[in-house]
Protein backbone atom coordinates (compact mmCIF):
# COMPACT_ATOMS: atom_id res chain seq x y z
CA UNK A 1 0.00 0.00 0.00
CA UNK A 2 1.39 3.32 -1.14
CA UNK A 3 0.99 6.33 1.43
CA UNK A 4 0.92 9.06 -0.83
CA UNK A 5 -2.25 10.80 -1.85
CA UNK A 6 -4.03 8.02 0.18
CA UNK A 7 -6.87 8.94 3.01
CA UNK A 8 -5.57 8.08 6.84
CA UNK A 9 -6.97 7.82 10.13
CA UNK A 10 -5.24 8.08 13.31
CA UNK A 11 -6.47 7.84 16.60
CA UNK A 12 -4.89 9.61 19.17
CA UNK A 13 -3.42 11.69 16.98
CA UNK A 14 -2.92 14.77 19.28
CA UNK A 15 0.19 13.74 21.35
CA UNK A 16 2.79 10.67 21.99
CA UNK A 17 2.92 8.13 19.09
CA UNK A 18 -0.47 9.02 17.46
CA UNK A 19 0.50 12.33 17.19
CA UNK A 20 4.04 11.21 15.52
CA UNK A 21 2.51 9.23 13.38
CA UNK A 22 -0.15 11.56 11.69
CA UNK A 23 2.69 13.33 10.93
CA UNK A 24 4.85 11.18 9.11
CA UNK A 25 2.10 9.86 7.01
CA UNK A 26 0.97 13.59 6.37
CA UNK A 27 5.22 14.29 5.18
CA UNK A 28 4.76 11.33 3.33
CA UNK A 29 1.69 12.48 1.61
CA UNK A 30 -1.37 10.92 2.89
CA UNK A 31 -4.59 12.89 3.99
CA UNK A 32 -4.66 12.91 7.12
CA UNK A 33 -7.52 12.76 9.87
CA UNK A 34 -6.73 13.20 13.73
CA UNK A 35 -9.61 11.48 15.67
CA UNK A 36 -8.51 12.82 19.59
CA UNK A 37 -10.74 13.38 22.48
CA UNK A 38 -8.56 16.38 23.57
CA UNK A 39 -9.15 19.20 20.86
CA UNK A 40 -6.14 21.48 21.73
CA UNK A 41 -4.20 18.57 21.12
CA UNK A 42 -5.51 17.50 18.11
CA UNK A 43 -6.12 20.96 16.41
CA UNK A 44 -2.79 21.80 17.28
CA UNK A 45 -1.19 18.76 15.17
CA UNK A 46 -3.85 19.34 12.63
CA UNK A 47 -2.51 22.62 11.84
CA UNK A 48 1.13 21.59 12.05
CA UNK A 49 0.54 18.81 9.21
CA UNK A 50 -2.07 20.41 7.25
CA UNK A 51 -4.63 17.06 8.40
CA UNK A 52 -8.13 16.84 9.58
CA UNK A 53 -9.00 17.23 12.99
CA UNK A 54 -12.42 15.80 14.41
CA UNK A 55 -13.23 15.62 18.01
CA UNK A 56 -13.87 11.78 18.76
CA UNK A 57 -14.46 9.54 21.66
CA UNK A 58 -13.58 6.02 20.16
CA UNK A 59 -15.86 4.45 22.76
CA UNK A 60 -19.42 5.71 21.23
CA UNK A 61 -20.46 4.73 17.78
CA UNK A 62 -22.38 7.76 16.93
CA UNK A 63 -18.60 9.62 17.62
CA UNK A 64 -16.60 7.62 15.80
CA UNK A 65 -19.42 7.67 13.00
CA UNK A 66 -19.73 11.50 13.08
CA UNK A 67 -15.38 11.41 13.05
CA UNK A 68 -15.04 8.97 10.39
CA UNK A 69 -17.96 10.52 7.91
CA UNK A 70 -16.43 13.89 8.40
CA UNK A 71 -13.36 12.51 7.31
CA UNK A 72 -14.70 11.38 4.55
CA UNK A 73 -16.53 13.66 3.10
CA UNK A 74 -13.13 15.86 3.15
CA UNK A 75 -10.40 12.97 2.03
CA UNK A 76 -13.04 9.85 0.66
CA UNK A 77 -12.79 6.63 1.35
CA UNK A 78 -9.93 6.09 4.33
CA UNK A 79 -7.04 2.92 3.09
CA UNK A 80 -5.13 3.41 6.17
CA UNK A 81 -6.06 3.19 10.13
CA UNK A 82 -4.08 3.37 13.10
CA UNK A 83 -5.13 2.92 16.20
CA UNK A 84 -3.26 4.82 19.17
CA UNK A 85 -5.57 6.49 21.87
CA UNK A 86 -5.54 4.53 24.76
CA UNK A 87 -4.70 5.50 28.59
CA UNK A 88 -2.65 3.76 31.23
CA UNK A 89 -2.75 2.97 34.88
CA UNK A 90 -1.70 1.46 37.59
CA UNK A 91 -3.76 0.11 39.84
CA UNK A 92 -2.86 -3.11 42.14
CA UNK A 93 -6.20 -5.88 42.41
CA UNK A 94 -5.99 -5.26 45.88
CA UNK A 95 -4.26 -2.27 47.08
CA UNK A 96 -2.06 -1.73 50.69
CA UNK A 97 -5.00 -1.08 52.21
CA UNK A 98 -6.72 -4.68 51.48
CA UNK A 99 -8.97 -2.51 49.01
CA UNK A 100 -10.08 -4.23 45.76
CA UNK A 101 -9.48 -2.74 42.16
CA UNK A 102 -12.03 -0.20 41.20
CA UNK A 103 -14.83 -2.22 38.68
CA UNK A 104 -15.13 1.32 37.13
CA UNK A 105 -11.39 2.15 36.56
CA UNK A 106 -11.11 -1.47 35.09
CA UNK A 107 -13.89 -0.83 32.59
CA UNK A 108 -13.11 2.23 31.56
CA UNK A 109 -9.15 0.91 30.65
CA UNK A 110 -10.95 -1.50 28.64
CA UNK A 111 -13.25 0.30 27.33
CA UNK A 112 -11.16 2.86 25.62
CA UNK A 113 -7.89 0.61 24.74
CA UNK A 114 -9.98 -2.33 23.63
CA UNK A 115 -13.46 -1.18 22.31
CA UNK A 116 -12.37 2.11 21.38
CA UNK A 117 -9.97 -0.09 18.75
CA UNK A 118 -12.23 -2.43 17.89
CA UNK A 119 -14.90 -0.16 16.91
CA UNK A 120 -13.03 2.10 15.43
CA UNK A 121 -11.68 -0.43 13.37
CA UNK A 122 -14.87 -2.20 12.74
CA UNK A 123 -16.62 0.49 10.99
CA UNK A 124 -13.56 1.67 9.18
CA UNK A 125 -13.43 -1.28 7.42
CA UNK A 126 -17.13 -1.76 6.90
CA UNK A 127 -16.79 1.34 5.03
CA UNK A 128 -13.46 0.48 3.11
CA UNK A 129 -14.81 -2.72 2.22
CA UNK A 130 -17.29 -0.96 -0.55
CA UNK A 131 -14.26 0.79 -2.07
CA UNK A 132 -12.22 -0.47 -5.12
CA UNK A 133 -8.74 -2.15 -4.09
CA UNK A 134 -5.86 -0.92 -5.07
CA UNK A 135 -3.42 -3.63 -6.38
CA UNK A 136 -3.78 -6.44 -4.31
CA UNK A 137 -5.49 -4.91 -1.57
CA UNK A 138 -7.96 -2.75 -0.07
CA UNK A 139 -6.67 -1.20 3.01
CA UNK A 140 -4.83 -1.43 6.18
CA UNK A 141 -5.38 -1.46 9.64
CA UNK A 142 -2.43 -0.44 12.35
CA UNK A 143 -3.13 -1.05 16.52
CA UNK A 144 -1.43 -0.61 19.15
CA UNK A 145 -0.57 -3.38 22.00
CA UNK A 146 2.01 -3.25 24.28
CA UNK A 147 4.96 -5.41 25.90
CA UNK A 148 3.04 -4.99 28.81
CA UNK A 149 0.47 -7.09 27.29
CA UNK A 150 3.10 -9.75 27.80
CA UNK A 151 4.98 -9.25 30.83
CA UNK A 152 3.02 -6.49 32.75
CA UNK A 153 3.97 -4.85 35.96
CA UNK A 154 2.27 -5.20 39.18
CA UNK A 155 -0.75 -2.54 38.89
CA UNK A 156 -1.45 -3.23 35.18
CA UNK A 157 -3.89 -5.91 35.19
CA UNK A 158 -6.59 -3.97 33.38
CA UNK A 159 -3.82 -2.29 31.00
CA UNK A 160 -2.04 -6.08 30.35
CA UNK A 161 -5.32 -7.32 29.61
CA UNK A 162 -6.75 -4.87 27.10
CA UNK A 163 -3.17 -4.86 25.28
CA UNK A 164 -3.27 -8.73 25.20
CA UNK A 165 -6.71 -8.47 23.90
CA UNK A 166 -5.66 -6.33 20.86
CA UNK A 167 -2.74 -8.34 20.07
CA UNK A 168 -4.96 -11.96 20.79
CA UNK A 169 -7.95 -10.73 18.19
CA UNK A 170 -5.46 -9.61 15.19
CA UNK A 171 -5.54 -13.29 13.78
CA UNK A 172 -9.08 -13.62 13.81
CA UNK A 173 -9.58 -10.04 12.24
CA UNK A 174 -7.02 -10.72 9.81
CA UNK A 175 -9.30 -14.01 8.84
CA UNK A 176 -12.46 -11.83 8.77
CA UNK A 177 -11.18 -9.45 6.42
CA UNK A 178 -8.71 -11.65 4.14
CA UNK A 179 -11.65 -11.61 1.92
CA UNK A 180 -12.12 -8.20 1.37
CA UNK A 181 -8.53 -7.47 1.39
CA UNK A 182 -7.98 -6.00 3.96
CA UNK A 183 -4.76 -6.22 6.64
CA UNK A 184 -4.77 -5.65 9.98
CA UNK A 185 -1.41 -5.72 12.65
CA UNK A 186 -0.68 -4.83 16.05
CA UNK A 187 2.06 -2.67 17.33
CA UNK A 188 3.78 -3.71 21.13
CA UNK A 189 5.53 -1.06 21.77
CA UNK A 190 8.28 -1.03 24.78
CA UNK A 191 8.92 2.13 26.68
CA UNK A 192 8.77 5.25 24.73
CA UNK A 193 9.56 8.60 25.36
CA UNK A 194 5.51 9.29 25.07
CA UNK A 195 4.48 12.40 27.21
CA UNK A 196 3.64 10.50 30.22
CA UNK A 197 7.16 9.34 30.58
CA UNK A 198 8.69 12.45 29.80
CA UNK A 199 6.80 13.63 32.99
CA UNK A 200 8.97 10.75 35.09
CA UNK A 201 11.65 11.68 37.17
CA UNK A 202 15.18 11.88 35.41
CA UNK A 203 16.22 9.00 37.64
CA UNK A 204 13.36 6.85 36.45
CA UNK A 205 13.41 7.47 33.12
CA UNK A 206 16.90 6.43 33.37
CA UNK A 207 16.13 3.40 35.04
CA UNK A 208 13.59 2.41 32.11
CA UNK A 209 16.12 2.95 29.51
CA UNK A 210 18.77 1.11 31.43
CA UNK A 211 16.23 -2.08 31.34
CA UNK A 212 16.20 -2.13 27.23
CA UNK A 213 19.33 -4.58 26.40
CA UNK A 214 19.69 -3.23 22.69
CA UNK A 215 19.53 0.06 22.17
CA UNK A 216 19.80 1.00 25.57
CA UNK A 217 17.60 3.62 25.32
CA UNK A 218 13.92 4.42 25.33
CA UNK A 219 12.43 4.33 22.44
CA UNK A 220 11.84 7.42 20.03
CA UNK A 221 8.27 8.22 18.93
CA UNK A 222 9.35 8.70 15.41
CA UNK A 223 10.93 4.76 15.23
CA UNK A 224 7.28 4.08 15.93
CA UNK A 225 5.70 5.92 13.46
CA UNK A 226 8.38 4.35 11.15
CA UNK A 227 7.62 1.07 11.56
CA UNK A 228 3.78 2.13 10.95
CA UNK A 229 4.94 3.08 7.70
CA UNK A 230 7.22 -0.53 6.76
CA UNK A 231 3.64 -2.23 7.86
CA UNK A 232 1.51 -0.31 5.03
CA UNK A 233 4.07 -1.11 2.22
CA UNK A 234 4.53 -4.25 3.43
CA UNK A 235 1.25 -7.02 2.30
CA UNK A 236 3.00 -10.47 3.83
CA UNK A 237 2.29 -8.69 7.73
CA UNK A 238 -0.65 -9.26 8.36
CA UNK A 239 -2.77 -10.91 11.46
CA UNK A 240 -0.30 -10.76 14.39
CA UNK A 241 1.83 -8.75 17.18
CA UNK A 242 4.73 -7.56 16.32
CA UNK A 243 7.12 -6.65 19.47
CA UNK A 244 9.10 -3.22 19.11
CA UNK A 245 11.00 -3.09 22.03
CA UNK A 246 15.02 -3.22 22.13
CA UNK A 247 14.29 -7.04 23.33
CA UNK A 248 12.86 -5.31 26.96
CA UNK A 249 11.12 -7.63 29.31
CA UNK A 250 9.28 -5.89 32.10
CA UNK A 251 10.52 -6.33 35.44
Known sequence: MKIDGVAAIVTGGGSGLGAATAKLLAARGAKVAILDRDPVAGERVATETG????ECDVTCEASVKTALDAAEARHGTA?????CAGISDLIKTVDDSRMPHSLDAFRRIIDINLVGTFNTLSQFAARLCA???IGEERGVIVNTSSIAAFDGIAGQAAYSASKNAIAGMSLPIARDLAPHRIRIVAIAPGTFLSPMVEALPQQYRDALAAAVPHPSRLGRLEEFAEFVETIIASPMINGTCIRLDGAARLQ
Open 51 to 54: ALFA
Open 79 to 83: RILVN
Open 131 to 133: ADP
